[in-house]
């Protein structure tokens, strides 16, 4: 986190987060997250962060699968 959101964070400003990433949801979602921050005290990196590991699978998930898509494009060839 940057000094000036930090700042933003202490006077309950509403904090800036990756605009490359802020383009890309929609604004329904972005309030969401927002008021959520603001209702958890927590900056909004951690709130995004926390929600994303709870949803994402874990990195052993992810490798079990692309295992299981690697071993069923062996098979075809």
């Known amino acids: 986190m940057t000094a000036d959101?930090?700042?933003a964070v202490g006077e309950g400003r509403a904090v800036a987060y990756?605009?490359?990433l802020?383009?890309?949801i929609p604004g329904e979602l972005d309030r969401r997250l927002r008021l959520l921050a603001v209702?958890?005290?927590r900056p909004l990196a951690h709130v995004l962060a926390d929600l994303l590991?709870?949803?994402l699978p874990t990195e052993a998930?992810?490798?079990d699968r692309l295992q299981q898509i690697g071993s069923g494009?062996?098979?075809r060839r």
Request: hydrophobic share 35%; glycine share 0%.
């Open 18 to 20: 990756d605009t490359r």
């Open 61 to 63: 998930e992810l490798a």
């Open 73 to 75: 494009a062996d098979d």
């Open 22 to 24: 802020a383009t890309r």
């Open 5 to 7: 959101s930090q700042a």
């Open 53 to 55: 590991a709870r949803e």
């Open 39 to 41: 209702l958890t005290r």
